[in-house]
């Protein structure tokens, strides 16, 4: 069974990149009906790499799977008329905005109170005060790269994943549920600013860190020991590269056993007067740890260390490439990902909802994204009661466009005009 | 004005290292009562680094503020059931947990049932079936670290940001916020799971990461260069380093021009036959054309640097030190960090809720996190209607415990007690 708690919610969004767009992606996963608009030939990101043998987006297909997709003119008035219309359309669910929109066709919370009094817009942005900024940019001005990589480095590392967009997306939708609860709670709209600075900032100090960095200092690079406890990768014989993880006593005394170094660590304990159960001192003596336990690893091929280090309950993991995690992902009848049939680019790995709901089941299937413009008809027709007349008026005049598969079939006179 | 949308809530919080704490902090930085509830002596994540100088654990600190604080032996009968009845006590914002326990001492969905047919439960796990994982397996599983680090390195980069970590604790909160949106449309309740190693598949999934590499392949180390499109890190004269990076036509036009080597690129453009306004021609020329712009960065200091890419609309930043993005926050009046009091530490830089609601300020204010066991008093009576003398019995009998400042004002009877 599939469980849709959102489903009583109509969200319009109208943003790029990753954050704006993952934020869409969690309400439609649990159900809602999100209304992605785009430029006709779509926004800066319809093009992103990853790219398809087809040439078509994997970013853009992974990014939008279950949205329907309108492509509209917002630089027209016009255009914008309508989008704000859809954003404000009537129905205790609807009257929801999510964008990242900039400059002069901005659509402001003001644009959507004139049509609708509870309005909620969660507007996603670079820094608070509205000057852009990436990922990229946040992440080297909050300082995660700095401590990233080789101890024997003196350079910053980017990490390649996009987490603060990943997390802003995931704020920014968690703040709309926010604005949702209180809109029906009290019948007020709520105008809601998420910006990517913000969340790193506000990230790096949950952790701790500024406060660290206060009164501790700088943390410095240290590969990729894992902090205040043990942690590190190892290569076997068959020069793969295990993460093994220690923070618990108990997690301590399993990779000692299996190891047979619990007496190495014994003697070494007496010999420093530490002990090793603290996380704490495993940290300090990360390296001895390390060298004490490597020989062992070195001399074993992945699959003569696998069945030792789960029957002894060793916290680990061997790193996979991104196709081996692939693999494994679809060899696993219970994952959240599964082959979609993706207009554009055809069978394609896609993932669905983390969340599960009531059981082992995924709440949300991975399915397919629409292709730019599916739904611009229906949306039209249904959110705003347009007719066919009317909507084959705003073709004609190409302040609304179809998906190519659509104009065939096209309930409008587009045929006739495409002719002409 | 503070906004606080969640303030209807009642949560109980038992859990424990990122995941679970930074699901309860997002609520209680909205105004959710969230009562997280410890072992008394704290649970493992009690003393995690970094450390203050005085010894207490700025990660824990950062990580509850503003929840209120039970200490709890749920290990026993007695403990078990208290930690139940206060997961299920009356009100339509109550009745719900978010937890990471494991084994015998776990709470259950069944348990809460038994007491509260709509009960919410929020469980966070390592792997759906229940295996443990943590951030650093769960990422080296899948594929990240591989894609991290220099093109030169056959080595994995573990990320220091536990990125899925964070993401998984705000997937658990938009999970119990449409829990409690399904509970007031329809009565009913929800078991909710979310596991780390499903939100880093679906993470990854959604950048269509999965989907290229099944179509193209593994993609290889790639240094601090974004990928698809162009920017990387520049040294400048004076020992620093930048993020620069041209996503848009109009930023790759930005950097070219006060670079002045627009003429450099369309010379290269005409002899290669390329057109870098494209960005993946960008992405695969980026070491050329990092090797053409890293002279004119390499002679000039960052604060000869500062006001000529600003003025020129070029998206940069420097890599900064956490003691510099910590400074930072501390001398920008609107920004999400602040000083707060925090007992046992003393000031401590905090951050709030990144975000913005209804104008400019922050709608969470940092505040200080509770000392274990400040409020086991308040909400045993509060919540569970027990008198100062059950209180006093469960004191007695170490079920339950008081932080050190309490002990001395309790109302109960634990001065004469513990001179007993």
New interface residues.
């Given amino acids: 069974m599939t469980?849709t708690?959102?489903s009583?919610l109509h969200v319009v969004e109208c943003a790029t990149f990753?954050a704006g767009p993952?934020c869409g992606?969690?309400l439609a996963q649990?159900g809602a009906d999100v209304v992605r608009v785009d430029l006709p030939g779509g926004g800066?990101d319809h093009?992103?790499?990853?790219?398809?043998?087809s040439g078509a987006?994997?970013?853009?297909?992974?990014?939008n799977k279950g949205k329907r997709s309108v492509a509209l003119d917002y630089r027209t008035p016009e255009g914008h008329e309508l989008l704000v219309d859809l954003a404000t359309r009537p129905g205790p669910g609807a009257g929801i905005l999510v964008d990242n929109l900039v400059g002069r066709h901005r659509v402001t919370h003001e644009d959507l109170l004139a049509r609708r009094a509870d309005a909620i817009s969660v507007h996603v942005l670079g820094f608070?005060?509205g000057r852009?900024?990436?990922d990229?940019?946040?992440?080297?001005?909050?300082?995660?790269?700095?401590?990233?990589?080789?101890a024997t480095s003196s350079?910053?590392?980017?990490?390649?994943?996009?987490?603060w967009d990943?997390?802003t997306g995931?704020?920014a939708?968690?703040?709309l549920?926010?604005?949702?609860?209180?809109r029906?709670?009290t019948g007020e709209g709520?105008?809601?600013?998420?910006?990517l600075a913000?969340?790193a900032?506000?990230?790096?100090?949950?952790?701790?860190?500024?406060?660290?960095?206060?009164?501790?200092?700088?943390?410095p690079q240290?590969?990729?020991h894992?902090?205040?406890?043990f942690?590190t990768?190892f290569a076997t014989a068959d020069d793969h590269?295990?993460?093994v993880?220690a923070?618990?006593p108990g997690q301590w005394r399993a990779l000692c056993a299996v190891t047979s170094t619990a007496p190495v660590f014994a003697a070494l304990e007496d010999a420093l007067s530490t002990d090793l159960h603290h996380?704490?001192a495993r940290?300090e003596l990360r390296e001895t740890i390390a060298s004490i336990l490597r020989p062992w690893f070195a001399a074993r091929t992945l699959e003569e260390l696998r069945g030792p280090l789960d029957e002894a309950r060793v916290?680990?993991?061997?790193?996979?490439?991104?196709?081996?995690?692939?693999a494994d992902?679809r060899a696993d009848q219970?994952?959240?990902?599964r082959d979609v049939d993706q207009p554009g680019?055809g069978p394609?790995?896609?993932?669905?909802?983390?969340?599960?709901?009531?059981?082992?089941a995924?709440v949300g299937d991975?399915v397919a994204s629409p292709e730019l413009g599916d739904d611009t008809e229906e949306v039209l027709a249904e959110s705003l009661g347009l007719t066919t007349h009317e909507i084959g008026d705003l073709l004609d005049r190409e302040v609304v466009a179809l998906a190519p598969a659509r104009r065939a079939t096209s309930r409008t006179t587009t045929d006739t005009r495409e002719s002409a």
Avoid at 141 to 146: C, D, F, L, M
Avoid at 334 to 337: G, K, L, N, P, Q
């Fill in positions: 469980i708690p959102l009583h990753v993952s992606l969690a649990m800066s093009l992103r790499w990853p790219l398809a043998r987006s994997l970013y853009w297909s992974n990014l608070p005060d852009p900024a990436v990229y940019t946040v992440n080297a001005a909050v300082g995660v790269p700095g401590m990233t990589g080789s350079e910053p590392v980017n990490h390649v994943l996009p987490a990943l997390l995931s704020t939708a968690l703040g549920l926010a604005a949702v609860g209180r029906d709670q709520s105008r809601v600013e998420v910006a913000d969340v900032l506000s990230g790096v100090g949950a952790l701790g860190w500024l406060a660290e960095a206060e009164q501790q200092g700088d943390r240290h590969g990729n894992v902090y205040g406890s942690g990768s590269r295990l993460m993880v923070l618990t996380e704490s940290y916290l680990w993991s061997p790193y996979r490439s991104m196709r081996e995690a692939a992902a219970r994952s959240v990902a680019v394609m790995l896609a993932t669905g909802n983390p969340l599960r709901w009531d059981g082992p995924p991975a």
